[in-house]
């Protein structure tokens, strides 16, 4: 018998769009909720009420689809660079709660998706643990992707943290931070270096070479937010479908991405190597300013 989970008492249980799903809440105000499909992050709210990420209406809450909003884990794949279904399995799977503290950084709950019958149809050689942890404190999510290779034989992944962030409203808000940096420009295809802030007018979905300084997210009502990720994550992807795409999304609101910005955390361009044994990690911080 495994031993009971240990919780702190800002955790329980909800269900959260007809799906099992667990909320931290502190004594400042601020509150996560966090589903067992794909340990996604599906809401945060910090002490001012303000809902921080985006969650489609539209999305199906099946148990499996993949759900556009908040924050899915994209792994073992990133998009469909690679022979598995797309952004991998990872987001459509039911991960298990491990535990979770309180501690100075404020609370955190552990989620952990391990091989399986159902990530052996897409993996067949492949023995695996992915973790996340989810850390709540004042202002501030952290969100850690840890991973791990149990088994004799070597592979390798790509993932990202696809955060959705919620903006009051695309066309005024701003992205500070990657100057300078290389940049594949996924809809042109084109590769070229970014000269200041980015802004957006239409579909955006660009590649960067990860920033070494946190990045500074600008609303259109005056709202920051900073944005850092560790540096074993080799890149950052920036993506809003804009209209037209938005539009063909069956689960996006046509105007839904007026709402909504990712900024991703992400190794795409070198996918990690795990020799047996082997372990990753990588997290992403995001702190109201
Ligand atoms: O629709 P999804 O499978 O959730 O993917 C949504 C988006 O994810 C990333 O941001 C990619 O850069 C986009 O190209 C992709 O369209």
Not at 13 to 29: D, E, K, N, R, V
Not at 152 to 173: K, M
């Amino acid at each position: 018998m495994p031993d009971p989970l240990s919780l702190p008492p800002s955790v329980r249980s909800i269900p959260f769009h007809g799906q099992p799903a667990w909320q931290m809440a502190l004594p400042t105000g601020d509150t996560v909720i966090v589903a067992e499909q794909g340990a996604q992050v599906l809401s945060w709210t910090t002490a001012d009420g303000a809902e921080r990420f985006f969650l489609s209406p539209r999305s199906l809450f099946d148990g499996h689809s993949a759900v556009r909003g908040g924050v899915p884990v994209c792994f073992p794949q990133f998009n469909q660079r690679g022979p598995l279904p797309k952004h991998g399995f990872a987001r459509n799977l039911p991960w298990r709660l491990e535990g979770g503290e309180e501690g100075e950084q404020g609370a955190t709950l552990r989620l952990l998706l391990e091989d399986s019958e159902a990530t052996r149809r897409w993996w067949p050689e492949h023995a695996f643990a992915a973790r996340l942890a989810v850390t709540l404190g004042a202002g501030t999510l952290r969100l850690e992707l840890s991973v791990h290779n149990p088994g004799p034989t070597t592979w390798d992944f790509t993932a990202a943290l696809h955060g959705y962030l919620h903006v009051d409203d695309i066309g005024g808000t701003r992205l500070d931070g990657l100057d300078g940096q290389a940049r594949w420009d996924t809809v042109a295809d084109v590769r070229d270096v970014q000269h200041g802030p980015v802004t957006f007018a239409g579909e955006y979905d660009s590649v960067f070479a990860a920033a070494p300084a946190p990045l500074q997210l600008h609303q259109a009502g005056g709202g920051r937010l900073s944005i850092a990720q560790s540096p074993e994550w080799g890149n950052t992807v920036v993506w809003n479908p804009g209209a037209t795409l938005c539009a063909a999304l069956p689960d996006m609101p046509a105007d839904g991405y007026r709402q909504m910005l990712c900024v991703e955390a992400a190794c795409i361009d070198e996918p990690v190597p795990m020799a047996p044994g082997a372990r990753w990690s990588g997290w992403q911080q995001l702190q109201v300013l």
